[in-house]
């Protein structure tokens, strides 16, 4: 008999292949530390913690300005300048010489209290020949403030500054508070502008990220002169705004175009973990505040302390604890060949994070950056193949990042 069990174990080791032939494990996630929500359980296999991966990419890191009050954004302009956002209301040029201009005049007033204030700033797609630019900033209003999108034509100069400023959108609506504005944009392919939103925090907001009437908990969708597209998911229905292109978002503080695919990819806070990777599409629900991972601030659960639910998207990938992401860009240069197709995300706790992406899977994770223990704000990949990021402090800064030399 044991004869006959040593025999059927050898058939089975032969199946698997060699028998001195070792898999080999996976890498430990970068996270080790207890989730805040130790009961929630992905819906699938690497939705979370995915195993670390150490390129092991030398880069330097250059500081091109100091000094700014908590930027927000920056923008890239045809002669090597940039555009950045000041959250107090302030928009900047950064000269290719590094100097910084003064403020760019001609800006709307700005609620700058919170998260409150100038927040993201984009170049039209044609910004050659008309010399548009967009931004985003919490706008004050009779009642309290809301999520505003804006743009003007930028003249430069010593003394810049923009003309025939013009609203193209408002989240409504209106609401009083300082927290969660979102308002990332991302211009599609195909012309359109995808605006971010967040629920405002409170209860009274929270509960509208459901709601077709109002624009909170949203991405929006409209054209640059601020009309809606015909093919919006929810045009003709009088119940629904019809800008709006998904639902069931927190707080939406990242958002970035494939530039492969040509498809939206969004970041959003989540509240005590669950912050999201979502490829927000046409009409879904993204289930905010029904179904989430992570928990209240209190450590009570959200809602019914469910993460699944009929008819409503599960996240490509969530954190638990969180990253606190802003920020969110593909890697298409050419300066760091290893990055290429890599998803950087900004980590207001004090890192960037770099993610491996497989068919909409995020198969690896690596944090950068942690040295400098700073709050990144945004990442962008510059023309010249050279990765940048602002930090969100007092003494805020413009960061590049390029291969080390030697």
């Known amino acids: 008999m044991r004869l006959r069990h040593l025999a059927l174990a050898a058939l089975v080791l032969s199946a698997c292949g060699p028998a001195n032939t070792v898999q080999a494990l996976p890498n430990p996630p970068v996270e080790t530390g207890p989730p805040n929500a130790p009961d929630q359980k992905p819906a699938f296999p690497q939705q979370t913690r995915a195993p670390e991966e150490k390129l092991g990419v030398a880069y330097q890191v250059e500081t091109l300005t100091a000094g700014l009050d908590h930027p927000w954004s920056l923008a890239f302009l045809p002669d090597g300048a940039k555009l950045v956002t000041e959250r107090a209301g302030r928009l900047r040029i950064l000269g290719a010489d590094g100097k910084l201009s003064p403020a760019v005049a001609g800006l709307p007033a700005v609620f700058a209290e919170g998260q409150g204030g100038l927040l993201d700033v984009a170049l039209d797609p044609d910004y050659a020949k008309n010399g548009l630019i967009y931004w985003t900033y919490a706008e004050p209003r009779d009642g309290g403030n809301g999520t505003t999108a804006a743009r003007g034509k930028l003249v430069l100069g010593a003394a810049p500054r923009l003309e ?18 979102g308002g990332r944009l991302a211009f599609a392919r195909d012309g359109a502008l995808f605006v971010t939103t967040g629920e405002r925090s409170f209860l009274p907001g929270r509960m509208q990220a459901q709601n077709l009437d109002a624009a909170l908990g949203k991405v929006v969708r409209i054209r640059p002169d601020g009309s809606i597209p015909a093919d919006n998911p929810y045009v003709g229905n009088p119940q629904a705004k019809p800008e709006i292109w998904s639902k069931g978002h927190r707080n939406v503080q990242g958002a970035t175009i494939n530039p492969w695919t040509g498809e939206l990819w969004t970041v959003e806070h989540g509240a005590k973990g669950g912050d999201e990777i979502n490829t927000p599409k046409a009409g879904k629900d993204y ?23 009929a008819g409503m998207e599960q996240p490509i990938y969530y954190w638990d604890p969180v990253i606190a992401p802003s920020g969110l860009a593909f890697y298409d240069g050419s300066l760091f060949p290893a990055w290429k197709g890599s998803l950087f995300v900004g980590g207001l706790k004090g890192y960037l994070v770099r993610l491996t992406v497989k068919d909409h899977q995020v198969v690896g994770e690596e944090r950068l950056l942690s040295e400098l223990n700073v709050r990144i704000r945004d990442v962008k990949v510059g023309p010249d193949g050279a990765l940048y990021l602002v930090t969100d402090e007092d003494d805020g800064r413009v960061l590049k990042l390029t291969p080390k030399k030697g």
């Open 287 to 309: 289930g905010w505040p029904t179904i989430t991972y992570g928990e209240e601030y209190s450590g009570k659960p959200i809602g019914e302390g469910i993460t699944q639910h």
């Open 164 to 181: 025939n400023v013009q609203v193209i959108w408002r989240q409504l609506p209106t609401m009083d508070s300082a927290l969660h504005f």
